[in-house]
């Protein structure tokens, strides 16, 4: 700004004015005195002028501030009225508004380029997604939005802005809860990094969804991500399973990182709000995104049967159920419907009110596989009578009749379910095509409609419409549903027919359900086939009575008596496939035989076809328990029947069972399966339950077998009855002596409970419980001789080994087993209290030591466990360390932090370490792990005891050679260092954490090819440089003993390769160990160290364990050969992650800055003897690495504010400022603080960079590199009296840039410019001023030079302007001796032919080096692909690469030469005959390729450029061109006006007007031209071998020439001719080219045309000329003696025929008649040698016709026998004319 705008110069104008404002935009500070603004700032004005605003900051950021007064625009600013109020200044200041209008505002305006792009499908999805924001904003801003809706809104709002993001491809933040954007300064350092990977996670998720993705209008495409091979994908198997588990474990490791339910520790209630995004598929419609991760959300169906529109004609029952087809069982009851004969329910009351909910789905249920099936029964007659009229005697049996099925979750097309909103269906009704498939028809249905069956045993009804209902998915507990809506509650509930997974502890259920399978029928006098009804009731088996109402078909209507089952008609065999339910009274707790005197009683009818009569003719019973009381097993049951009881009475079945008469071969199936939480049916469990009754003490038999096979238990019984058993076992075991088998039974049993309901391998099934272990513990539990019994089984394990099983299970059950022992031992003081009558107040462990000492055993036991080097204890080992962690907490009411910090640290060192055990190792990290995140590591006390421990086992891991395994120690530490950031803040715990400083480091290092993980270390890095204070920081480096190598101090080595590996970090693509192309290179040499960052800390590993190796350095190099110009792109971190990113920068600015202010103090330091006087010595290559480190920080593209979105710009700026002046800053005192004299140390490694700073943008960044360049300038000349030093390394540098195409543009300009101003305004105009502006002249013509190639692209369009821009910047760089960038630019120029495919020009362009050394042993410089050698060895390779190029490009006879020049070598100077013999081979076979191969060689094309629109590089010129092989004018012509889009091609080959010549535009003028001699340019008679085959003549008559020839035929008269060959001129045209072609380059300048014109005569003896030395060609070709048997004859046929029928036609004849007259001559006395020359060729070339009809007899084939014989009449015919009338021409 200038003016104004900088702020200044405001005193005059000023009004005042008292008002309140809001910031609507944000506002960078300029200028002096200006105020920075974010938007929603709330600012205070004072006065105000006609643009600008005078006041200060009330708030910012939502919060007050101190007074920062200032202006700031008035455009900025929203003026607020009086009266408003704060409610409304706060909405204004929300920070979720704040960031929707942000977004609105900046990706709002991308709709216009979409809508012009045509991009319609991106136009519509962001349209929506803004548009959806704009309506929560509204919502939001709504007055009479409830603050809990308006703060779920903002929480979407915040998800919504991030999907946006995503989509958009633009930067990623994540965010507290209170919506602000997390930072370091609200978050901790490390939560903020794992919530990015939170946020990573999610969207990966996420994004396995289709989703139209937004194009980032206006930027290129990002690269893709993620596409990186693991460095371990090249293991062997075993490796891979290994690297797997190991993976594994540091995924659990960085879970526990995060927090349990994804929230990264120390956020204090900071959390990302983006909601889990939905998976894929069916699984979609269940997520709810609401519990923790895994959490099982429980579903249900409710269940609207809307309208019947199917016509029965009888009182119908509907039955609905849900059956999973992939098990072919049913997994609800049954709701029942009654309905009329009309499609009307019978009781009207219930209209609109048939709705059931089938409870307790899960994900697991809900899955394709889940079909709703209703089965419609009919009330009437056997048979369906079709007019639907019933009498008065009208039967009422149970009739199949028809089946329907939906599939509840669709794979095609629109949704089923949808939850919590109601989606109507209506369903086609079919009937089986057989009564007897009623049972299965379900499954048919399914298997042919839905599954692609192709058979089908049922037909739709006619004329129906189905069945419609409404389906809504309910998601949640229904109690809490019928809360917030009641008339859930009054709706019949369809239970599950199990106890489903999932439910809470205090669910109770008590039902049996029977399922009617099917019978085997006999024939009798009554019926041979019977229509058999099953009638079931249930009977008191002691007094035989009925049991009343305890039975039904389904819900929705009453119990009743007696059911009966559908009548099957005709059938022997029936199958029913029906389930009815006992419904029994619930039993009171410890009634576990309520169904021991229960018996079903099964009563066979046969009904009547007619009428409604039925005679029963059999009898079943089933006792619904066994003989010791536990209900019947769940199983299929065979009734037998027997002969009906004539006296009806109903006990007869007890009275008289020895007399009942058994129906043989009869029998019924019943299939019973028990669902209840109050009874069992396990033998086992009722014998535990009842173990009082069977001997008092436990002594029974049965209760030991039960024990023995509590382990067969299935687990849902132990579930049911988890109290009563757990008591029951706890009695048992000290009811029985402690050494009794009874008691280690029991103790197992006990740990067989916990492991059920605690193993996570059940997948949660029955982990549920775990509260209810909690809650019977804390209030049941009160056993107070229990933990006596537990110590001593837990002791008897742990003393013997061999039993390894037991010890692994006991340690997987040590949370609760230390519970039980705890809450018994205070249990235990407690009665004791009160027994001796002492006053309780609360339960105690008491102050008697025996307690602690026992369980000090049992720990000393573990130690011994863990030391014990067994291979078969590694199972209970990693055992342990998995479960020691969990008693922490209960240890903690028995010991104080530093007792049990002491336990932990013993046990952690009893702990063996080797490589190999790798198991152990795992779990040894876990739980370092679990211990940091516990609340012990925060107690300062125990903490001083674990630290020491803590980090001796990490520094051990650190040195691991399993990348992994280094992995998850870093993890761990970033747990130690978010722990004393955010909840310890003690900054003195850092010093311990410091000495792992050097394995931090060194796992960047060695984790830098690990793509996937490589982030960790490296935030861990950065971690520790920015969280650790400077004074610690220093007391360590000061800490840091010498190295023991002479004076180099192992500190100063271990600062130069971190400095080393910041830049790695900061500049290197990510994963990657390759310096990135915008790095500048380290300054330091990289010379072999101690240094714990090239190798791993050499201090001895635990239990002696051998250290890996070291990895290779870090890339570092001299600062003269630095890689790249540009700014480096590449990112700490996801180059979207901005937040970290800038933090890591942030980072590295601190660690730098102090690192400078440390050094500069030593150095000022009296007497420090700081030695810079070798680049080898250790001070050095320290203070050189350090400048490295702040110039690549300078050059950082992410730090560039000039260059980001507004949004990116303000969010940056506002957190971080402009870093880049910082280091800018410290550049400038670093360098100042050196004396002249070391300065000039320095010099050859700044000149470059000095001079790279002023290629940069920023014009303070240019700056620093003018003040740098001019200063090195100065400080040689002052201290030499000469520039040599900063002279050379400029032209190296511009150089280098150049050949890099990094010259920015007009960089020259501002160079020459710049520097200039510098020297001319010195005081005094000194030998510097006068050497410097010498310099600056000698070099502008090389900038010139370099800036011509800079500038010019690098596609192929620009091939030839770059080869021309790079030869002349060869020629300048030959001429003044630069022979190191000269090569450098001639393997550029290889590359660039090579790359065309101009293998020719390519390979001359390498002799090019090859000229500059000469056939001796001087040893020369690498380059490029070339390293160390003698000049005869380059030289050598030189040939031998530029042979291998002129055979790639079929320029044989070039490649020859070199080897001719290479045998001189080989055979008379170094007598290598074995490369000779090789060489004289390769000579072979490309003289045979001469011979045998047909060579095409290119076209050359004359080129003109007309016209003002060309610059001065073709205004003007013309030149030839080299073409392509087999390349005609069309397609080169294409090919050139992709450089020349806009030129008129002139299609004519005339010379242009002067107006096309001198105009405005672009015109080019091309046609092609033929290669041509001097001697055929100068008139000379041109000499050729006659004997030289065309293949070789071809070679030299179109390679190696400067001289080129377009003819045009043309004519001096106007007049017509009876022979048109008598003034037929031809116009030769001679094109003089400045180079030969082929050569370096595919074009060459003309510099001179010659124009010749030919006579009609002359043509003539061409023409012969030319015909008759193809028909010379021909004739050697065919005639040759090894001409094969099968060669192609037809050429030579063509040839012939063709030269005959022009003999004989015109021709020969013309020109005899023509030019053989005296008449002729006569004309033309001057021509008289031309006539002879024409006579001759005449007679030459019919003699050779004459040979070559000879041969062509010889060797064509019988199928051309006639046209040869036409063709020697022919010749006959015209020799005999010639000899009549030129006879000549034959003497």
């Not at 659990?252 to 120390?266: E, M």
């Not at 007094?543 to 099957?568: K, Q, W």
């Not at 004849?1709 to 002729?1720: G, I, K, N, S």
Request: proline share 5%; glycine share 6%; hydrophobic share 40%.
């Amino acid at each position: 700004m200038s003016g104004k705008s900088s702020g200044e110069g405001h005193d005059g104008g000023w009004v005042p004015l008292s008002h309140k404002g809001l910031a609507i935009h944000f506002f960078t500070a300029g200028g002096n005195y200006q105020v920075s603004l974010n938007i929603g700032d709330l600012v205070q004005i004072e006065e105000h002028t006609e643009d600008w605003y005078k006041g200060y900051l009330i708030t910012s950021k939502g919060t007050m501030v101190q007074k920062r007064r200032g202006i700031f625009p008035k455009i900025y600013v929203k003026l607020l009225d009086p009266g408003t109020s704060p409610a409304a200044i706060a909405i204004d200041q929300d920070v979720i508004l704040n960031q929707i209008y942000q977004v609105v505002e900046e990706w709002g305006g991308r709709f216009k380029s979409l809508y012009r792009d045509n991009r319609m499908g991106q136009f519509n999805s962001l349209k929506e997604r803004v548009t959806l924001l704009l309506e929560m904003r509204r919502q939001i801003l709504s007055p009479t939005t409830p603050n809990e809706v308006r703060d779920a809104l903002k929480n979407k709002a915040v998800s919504k802005i991030d999907e946006l993001r995503n989509l958009m491809g633009t930067d990623i933040t994540v965010h507290t809860l209170t919506g602000q954007i997390a930072d370091e300064a609200n978050t901790g350092v490390i939560a903020l990094y794992h919530l990015h990977l939170q946020y990573d996670e999610k969207e990966k998720k996420k994004n396995k969804t289709p989703m139209v993705r937004i194009v980032n209008v206006g930027a290129a495409p990002a690269p893709a991500k993620g596409m990186h091979m693991s460095s371990q994908s090249s293991l062997p198997l075993k490796a891979k399973k290994k690297d797997d588990q190991w993976r594994k474990t540091v995924a659990l490791a960085r879970q526990q990182t995060i927090g349990a339910k994804g929230d990264a520790p120390g956020l204090d209630g900071l959390a990302s709000p983006t909601p889990t995004p939905n998976g894929a598929g069916y699984n979609s419609l269940l997520d709810t995104g609401a519990g923790a991760k895994g959490a099982e959300v429980v579903q249900h169906i409710l269940m609207d049967m809307k309208v019947l529109m199917v016509v029965v004609g009888d009182n119908t029952e509907m039955y609905f159920s849900l059956f999973n087809a992939a098990t072919s069982r049913f997994i609800s009851e049954e709701y029942q419907v009654q309905m009329t004969g009309q499609g009307m329910p019978t009781d009207l009351g219930k209209l609109g009110k048939l709705k059931t909910i089938f409870t307790n789905l899960t994900s697991r249920d809900i899955t394709p596989d889940l079909y709703l099936v209703l089965r419609l029964v009919r009330r009437g007659n056997m048979a369906l009578d079709a007019s639907g009229k019933k009498g008065p005697g009208a039967a009422n049996f149970r009739r199949p009749h028809a089946c329907a099925v939906l599939p509840l979750v669709a794979k095609f097309g629109d949704a089923v379910l949808v939850p919590n909103k109601e989606v109507e269906h209506t369903i086609k009704v079919y009937v089986p095509n057989q009564e007897s498939n009623f049972a299965t028809i379900h499954e048919s249905i399914i298997k042919n409609n839905f599954q692609g069956g192709k058979t089908a045993p049922f037909m739709e009804i006619p004329n129906s419409k189905g069945v419609c209902l409404g389906l809504t998915l309910l998601q949640g507990d229904l109690a809490v549903l019928g809360e917030r809506t009641p008339e859930l509650a009054e709706i019949t509930r369809s239970e599950r027919t199990e106890i489903p997974d999932f439910a809470p502890p205090l669910y109770q259920r008590h039902e049996l359900y029977l399922t009617l399978d099917m019978a085997e029928l006999v024939k009798d006098k009554s019926a041979s086939v019977k229509n058999c009804q099953v009638v079931f009731s249930l009977r008191n088996g002691e007094t035989g009575e009925a049991i009343r109402d305890c039975l039904s078909i389904g819900r929705g209507e009453g119990r009743v008596s007696e059911v009966e089952s559908i009548v099957m008609q005709h059938t022997n065999t029936p199958h029913w496939n029906e389930t009815f339910i006992v419904s029994l009274p619930h039993p009171t707790p410890g009634e576990l035989d309520q169904f021991k005197s229960i018996i079903l009683v099964a009563q066979l009818y046969h009904c009547q076809e007619k009428g409604t009569g039925r005679e029963e003719f059999g009898q079943g019973f089933l006792k619904l328990s066994k003989d010791d009381g536990s209900v019947l097993d769940d199983a299929v049951h065979t009734l037998s029947t027997f002969k009906p009881n004539v006296s009806r009475d109903p006990f007869f079945f007890l009275k008289e069972e020895g007399k009942l008469h058994v129906r043989k071969g009869e029998s019924i199936k019943v299939r019973s399966q028990l669902t209840s939480t109050c009874v069992t049916s396990n033998t086992y469990v009722y014998q535990l339950l009842r173990w009082k009754r069977g001997g008092g003490d436990g002594s029974s038999p049965l209760i030991e077998e039960a024990l023995k096979r509590f382990t067969f238990i299935v687990p849902a019984e132990i579930t049911n009855f988890l109290k009563e058993i757990l008591d029951s076992i706890f009695e048992l075991m000290i009811a029985r002596p402690q050494e009794s088998s009874t008691t280690l039974l029991g103790y197992d049993a006990i740990v067989f409970v916990i492991n059920l309901l605690m193993d996570e391998r059940t997948k949660g099934r029955y982990t549920r419980l775990g509260p209810v272990l909690d809650l019977y513990i804390s209030s049941s539990f009160r056993s107070k001789d229990a933990h006596k019994r537990l110590i001593a089984c837990l002791k008897l394990y742990l003393q013997d080994p061999s039993n390894l099983s037991k010890i692994i299970n006991t340690f997987k059950a040590l949370a609760y087993l230390f519970k039980f022992i705890i809450a018994s031992r205070l249990e235990f003081n407690l009665q004791s209290k009160r027994s001796s009558g002492v006053p309780v107040s609360g339960a105690d462990i008491g102050e008697d030591d025996t307690f602690k000492t026992d369980l000090l055993d049992v720990f000393k036991l573990f130690n011994d466990l863990m030391r014990n080097p067994a291979p078969t204890l590694r199972g209970p080992q990693a055992s342990a360390l998995k479960n020691i962690s969990s008693i922490f907490p209960d240890l903690s009411k028995i010991f104080n932090p530093v007792e049990l910090a002491g336990i932990i640290t013993r046990f952690v060192e009893a702990i063996q370490y080797s490589p190999q055990l790798e198991l152990l190792n795992k779990e040894k990290l876990l739980l370092i792990n679990r211990i940091v995140c516990s609340p012990i590591f925060l107690e300062n006390t125990a903490r001083g005891h674990l630290m020491p421990t803590l980090l001796a086992q990490l520094s051990t891991h650190l040195r691991s050679s399993h990348h992994l395994e280094i992995l998850q120690s870093i993890l761990i530490l970033c747990v130690m260092l978010n722990a004393f950031q955010t909840k310890i803040r003690d900054p003195a715990g850092y010093a311990g954490v410091l000495t792992l400083f050097p394995h931090v480091s060194y796992a960047v290092k060695v984790l830098r090819d690990d793509t996937e993980n490589y982030s960790e270390p490296v935030m861990c890095l950065l971690a520790l440089l920015k969280l650790t204070p400077s004074e610690q920081l220093e007391k360590y480096l000061d800490s840091v003993e010498k190295a023991g190598r002479g004076s180099e101090n192992k500190k100063t080595t271990f600062l130069i390769e971190l400095f080393n590996l910041l830049q790695h970090i900061m500049c290197a693509p990510r994963g990657s160990a390759s310096t990135s192309a915008g790095t500048i290179a380290p300054l330091a040499h990289s010379t072999p160290s101690t240094s714990s960052v090239t190798s791993p800390p050499q201090s001895p590993p635990t239990n002696g364990a051998t250290p890996p190796p070291p990895p290779p350095p870090m890339p570092a190099a001299n600062f003269a050969n630095f890689s790249s110009f540009s700014l480096n792109t590449n990112t700490p971190f996801s180059e979207r992650w901005v937040i970290l990113n800038m933090f890591a920068y942030g980072a590295v600015l601190k660690f730098t800055s102090h690192m400078a202010s440390y050094l500069t103090a030593a150095y000022r330091k009296p007497g420090s003897n700081i030695d810079f006087s070798s680049p080898e010595t250790p001070d050095y290559r320290l203070w050189a690495a350090l400048f490295s480190t702040a110039l690549t920080f300078m050059k950082i593209g992410q730090l560039g504010l000039e260059d980001f979105p507004a949004n990116r710009r303000n969010l940056v700026h506002e957190r971080y400022g402009d870093m880049r002046r910082e280091m800018a800053s410290l550049l400038h005192r670093l360098w100042t603080s050196l004396s002249n004299a070391h300065k000039l140390c320095f010099l050859p490694l700044l000149v470059g960079p000095a001079i790279q700073l002023m290629m940069l943008a920023p014009p303070f960044v240019k700056d620093l590199g003018v003040d740098l360049y001019y200063n090195l300038f100065e400080v040689e000349m002052s201290e030499t009296n000469a520039t040599r030093v900063v002279e050379a390394q400029t032209i190296d540098t511009l150089d280098t840039a150049a050949y890099e195409a990094s010259l920015p543009p007009n960089f020259n300009t501002f160079f020459v410019s710049k520097l200039g101003e510098r020297f001319a305004g010195r005081k005094t105009q000194d030998e510097c001023a006068r050497k410097g502006s010498k310099f600056l002249a000698d070099i502008t013509y090389l900038l010139e030079l370099l800036m011509a190639l800079s500038v010019l692209p690098t596609t192929p369009q620009y091939e030839e302007d770059r080869i021309v821009a790079i030869v002349k910047l060869m020629d300048y760089l030959h001429q003044t001796e630069r022979y190191d960038s000269y090569l450098k630019y001639v393997h550029m120029l290889e590359s660039i032919h090579t790359a065309g495919g101009n293998f020719g020009e390519a390979g001359f362009t390498v002799l090019l080096h090859a000229a500059l050394l000469e056939w001796d042993d001087t040893p020369v410089a690498p380059i490029g692909m070339f390293g160390r050698d003698t000049a005869r060895a380059r030289k050598d390779k030189l040939y031998h690469q530029a042979i291998d190029y002129f055979d790639k490009g079929k320029l044989w006879e070039e490649a020859i030469k070199l080897i001719k020049l290479l045998r001189q070598q080989y055979e008379h100077r170094t007598y290598d005959y074995t490369k000779l013999a090789d060489l004289l081979e390769l000579q072979a076979g490309l003289v045979k390729k001469i011979i045998a191969v047909n060579r095409f060689f290119p076209n050359y094309f004359r080129v003109a450029y007309y016209g003002k629109g060309f610059d001065s590089k073709y205004f003007c010129k013309e030149f030839v061109y080299r073409g392509y092989e087999l390349e005609n004018r069309p397609e080169f012509v294409q090919r050139l006006q992709t450089r020349f889009p806009s030129a008129n091609i002139l299609v004519h080959t005339n010379v242009p007007t002067e107006d096309i010549q001198k105009g405005e535009g672009q015109h080019i003028q091309v046609f092609q031209v033929n290669p041509a001699t001097q001697e055929e340019r100068d008139g000379l008679e041109r000499h050729v071998n006659a004997d030289m085959p065309a293949t070789i003549a071809s070679y030299y008559q179109t390679n190696i020439l400067n001289v080129f020839l377009y003819s045009k035929p043309f004519r001096k008269t106007n007049e017509k001719v009876v022979n048109e060959f008598k003034d037929l001129w031809v116009r030769d045209t001679f094109y003089s080219t400045s180079l030969t072609l082929p050569g370096i380059h595919r074009r060459a300048e003309i510099i001179k045309v010659d124009i010749v014109e030919q006579s009609p005569i002359h043509n003539a003896i061409n023409a012969l000329d030319k015909k008759k030395t193809e028909i010379h060609d021909n004739i050697k070709k065919y005639g040759a003696v090894n001409l094969p048997a099968d060669v192609n004859t037809s050429p030579f046929t063509m040839l012939m025929k063709g030269i005959i029928d022009a003999a004989v036609n015109g021709g020969l004849v013309v020109y005899r008649d023509l030019f053989l007259q005296p008449a002729y001559l006569k004309e033309n006395p001057d021509h008289g040698r031309e006539v002879d020359k024409l006579r001759v060729l005449l007679r030459e070339h019919i003699s050779m016709m004459e040979r070559g009809l000879v041969l062509h007899g010889r060797v064509s084939g019988p199928q051309m026998v006639s046209l040869h014989d036409l063709m020697e009449v022919q010749f006959k015919d015209m020799k005999a004319d010639f000899t009549a009338k030129a006879p000549e021409i034959f003497k």
